[in-house]
């Protein structure tokens, strides 16, 4: 009997490497690592012989088409998805197999969404907004708002030191950076409500290392995705995006990137030089890539919260991704269609998986009148 083949697409970037190591270490898998430049993948897995390297531009669709053919399911962790991830997704799909990603992007998941009946007739997963924010923070958001008696809130705060890599995180700034201009939206009230970036901040104390910080409202899938379990009357995200400067966010708006590719291309050349800076001036203060993810819930005047410490960004990034790759070759995940991680998993399920970046946990730790 063939192995099961995954195909990974961005494998060399700061998810896609975290997920190929995942599945590579976890055995009994076929894993391809794909990426545009073959001196890239031979740098990051020329010494691995579980990791098969293939050079592939994921936005030609016929060169996709090939690859994806010989694959069973496809992670794609190419960022922005809001820029290729829904033709990527189709291709996919239309080649009958099975996708997964770690998208943030809520146009992506509206995207995505109109293709739910069409994986679902195929008999095919589509999930989205598995990786660690969103994805491992909605799971644990959910089994608090689940464990919380009343809870009809819920606010999620994630907060990172440094990136594991000085040439990383691009593609999840980009993708912030295009889903702004689609104004994304956070659930207040009740109510969809969309949110201009970089219009709402607050401060968080947060545990040592991190301190007190200053988080920006930046709302993505896990919004929509927790939306869908109904009566929840506040759901919002927060970011900490370090000292990235204001006015970047009124360049944004009036360039308007999603539309205009030269746009585009001259805010990811401010913003490169940007990212680079921010890491170094991290290192030179001392700090690793820890990242934290708070959830608060609301029920009435009380409130509680959990508190999940991580070794790095990356690493937890790719948990998911890898747990749903072994469990479709396993037969475990009957799921069909559209689907975010709290389709897949509760909050326990996952707890073995986090084992190897997970830091220190506080579940329900709070709770203040």
Same mark, same amino acid.
């Given at each position: 009997?063939?192995?099961?083949?995954?195909?990974?697409?961005?494998?060399?970037?700061?998810?896609?490497?975290?997920?190929?190591?995942?599945?590579?270490?976890?055995?009994?898998?076929?894993?391809?690592?794909?990426?545009?430049?073959?001196?890239?993948? =031979?740098?990051?897995?020329? *010494?691995?012989?579980?990791?098969?390297?293939?050079?592939? =531009?994921?936005?030609?669709?016929? &060169?996709?088409?090939? !690859?994806?053919?010989? $694959?069973?399911?496809?992670?794609?962790?190419?960022?922005?998805?809001?820029?290729?991830?829904?033709?990527?997704?189709?291709?996919?799909? &239309? /080649?009958?197999?099975?996708?997964?990603? /770690? $998208?943030?992007?809520?146009?992506?998941?509206?995207?995505?969404?109109?293709?739910?009946?069409?994986?679902?007739?195929?008999?095919?997963?589509?999930?989205?907004?598995?990786?660690? #924010?969103?994805?491992?923070?909605?799971?644990?958001?959910?089994?608090?708002?689940?464990?919380?008696?009343?809870?009809?809130?819920?606010? #999620?705060?994630?907060?990172?030191?440094?990136?594991?890599? &000085?040439?990383?995180?691009?593609?999840? #700034?980009?993708?912030?950076?295009?889903?702004?201009?689609?104004?994304?939206?956070?659930?207040?009230?009740?109510?969809?409500?969309?949110?201009?970036?970089?219009? !709402?901040?607050?401060?968080?104390?947060?545990?040592?290392?991190? *301190?007190?910080?200053?988080?920006?409202?930046?709302?993505?899938?896990?919004?929509?995705?927790?939306?869908?379990?109904?009566?929840?009357? &506040?759901?919002?995200?927060? %970011?900490?995006?370090?000292?990235?400067?204001?006015?970047?966010?009124?360049?944004?708006?009036?360039?308007?990137?999603?539309?205009?590719?030269? !746009?585009?291309?001259?805010? =990811?050349?401010?913003?490169?030089?940007?990212?680079?800076?921010?890491?170094?001036?991290?290192?030179?203060?001392?700090?690793? @890539?820890?990242?934290?993810?708070?959830?608060?819930?609301?029920?009435?005047?009380?409130?509680?919260?959990?508190? $999940?410490?991580?070794?790095?960004?990356?690493?937890?990034?790719?948990?998911? @991704?890898?747990? %749903?790759?072994?469990?479709?070759?396993?037969?475990?995940?009957?799921?069909?269609?559209?689907?975010? @991680?709290? =389709?897949?998993?509760?909050?326990?399920?996952?707890?073995?998986?986090?084992?190897? /970046?997970?830091?220190?946990?506080?579940? *329900?730790?709070? !709770?203040?009148?």
């Amino acid at each position: 009997m063939a192995e099961f083949t995954v195909l990974v697409l961005g494998a060399y970037g700061l998810a896609g490497r975290a997920i190929v190591q995942a599945l590579a270490a976890s055995g009994g898998l076929r894993v391809v690592a794909s990426g545009r430049r073959a001196e890239k993948l =031979d740098e990051q897995f020329a *010494g691995n012989t579980n990791v098969e390297r293939l050079v592939l =531009d994921a936005t030609d669709k016929a &060169e996709l088409r090939k !690859a994806v053919a010989s $694959a069973d399911v496809v992670i794609n962790a190419i960022g922005p998805f809001a820029r290729t991830g829904a033709d990527i997704a189709r291709t996919v799909l &239309e /080649c009958g197999r099975h996708y997964v990603d /770690c $998208a943030n992007e809520q146009i992506h998941y509206e995207r995505l969404r109109e293709m739910d009946v069409t994986a679902r007739n195929a008999g095919l997963l589509l999930a989205t907004g598995a990786g660690l #924010i969103p994805g491992i923070s909605t799971v644990l958001a959910a089994h608090q708002l689940e464990t919380h008696q009343g809870a009809d809130g819920v606010d #999620i705060v994630y907060s990172q030191l440094r990136h594991a890599y &000085e040439d990383s995180g691009m593609g999840s #700034i980009m993708g912030g950076v295009l889903d702004a201009v689609y104004r994304p939206c956070s659930i207040r009230g009740g109510r969809r409500t969309p949110v201009t970036l970089g219009s !709402a901040s607050r401060t968080e104390n947060l545990p040592e290392p991190f *301190g007190r910080r200053t988080v920006l409202e930046i709302p993505n899938i896990e919004i929509l995705a927790l939306e869908t379990r109904g009566g929840l009357l &506040e759901i919002r995200t927060w %970011i900490d995006l370090g000292d990235y400067p204001k006015w970047l966010f009124g360049v944004i708006r009036a360039l308007n990137p999603a539309k205009r590719e030269w !746009a585009y291309r001259l805010i =990811d050349r401010i913003v490169e030089p940007l990212n680079r800076a921010e890491f170094q001036r991290a290192v030179k203060h001392g700090h690793g @890539p820890d990242a934290l993810v708070l959830v608060r819930t609301h029920a009435g005047g009380n409130s509680a919260q959990s508190i $999940a410490r991580f070794t790095d960004g990356a690493t937890p990034t790719a948990v998911l @991704p890898a747990r %749903i790759a072994r469990d479709l070759a396993a037969g475990k995940v009957k799921r069909r269609g559209l689907a975010t @991680p709290i =389709d897949l998993y509760t909050w326990p399920e996952i707890l073995d998986d986090l084992a190897g /970046c997970l830091v220190r946990l506080d579940v *329900g730790s709070v !709770a203040t009148g």
